[in-house]
C-alpha cells in the first residue's frame, strides 16, 4: 500500500506558477513510477506528466510542454510538479499517481495503469 499526499495547488493568474508536490509513504518509493494528471469540472482525467522510477525518462502532454516539468526526489519520497506560464485552461483539480506496471513505458498515459491515487489539490488560474 502506498499513501499520496498532494500539495501546493491553489488560485493563481495567468502567467503564474504554481509548484505541486506529492508525499509519498508506505512502500518503497523509487519501486514506482509516478504520474500526474488532471480532472476538470464536466472532463474525463487526463493525462499530464509521468517520470520513471529513476527519474531518467519523462514524458508530457502536448498542452504542457515547454511549461510543466515533473521531477522526483527518491530520497525524500516526492514527485513535484513545476507548472509555469499557467493558462486557465489549466484550471482542474491535479492527482499524483503510482504504477508499478511492467507496461510503464507504453501505456504510462493510461490511468488505469495507476495503482495508487493520491485526494487531488485544487489548481484555478484566472484570466
Known amino acids: 500500500q502506498v499513501q499520496l499526499v498532494e500539495s501546493g495547488g491553489g488560485l493563481v493568474q495567468a502567467g503564474g506558477s504554481l509548484r505541486l508536490s506529492c508525499a509519498a509513504s508506505?512502500?518503497?518509493?523509487?519501486?514506482?513510477?509516478m504520474g500526474w494528471f488532471r480532472q476538470a469540472p464536466g472532463k474525463e482525467r487526463e493525462f499530464v506528466a509521468a517520470?520513471?522510477?529513476?527519474?531518467?525518462?519523462?514524458y508530457y502532454t502536448g498542452s504542457v510542454k515547454g511549461r510543466f516539468t515533473i521531477f522526483r526526489d527518491n530520497a525524500k519520497n516526492t514527485v513535484s510538479l513545476q507548472m509555469n506560464s499557467l493558462k486557465p485552461e489549466d484550471t482542474a483539480i491535479y492527482y499524483c499517481?503510482?504504477?508499478?506496471?511492467?507496461?510503464?513505458?507504453?501505456?504510462?498515459?493510461?490511468?488505469?495503469?495507476?495503482?495508487?491515487w493520491g485526494q487531488g489539490t485544487q489548481v484555478t488560474v484566472s484570466s
Open positions: 499517481a503510482a504504477s508499478q506496471s511492467l507496461e510503464y513505458y507504453s501505456n504510462y498515459a493510461k490511468p488505469s495503469l495507476y495503482d495508487y
Open positions: 508506505g512502500r518503497t518509493f523509487s519501486n514506482y513510477a
Open positions: 517520470i520513471s522510477w529513476s527519474g531518467g525518462t519523462t
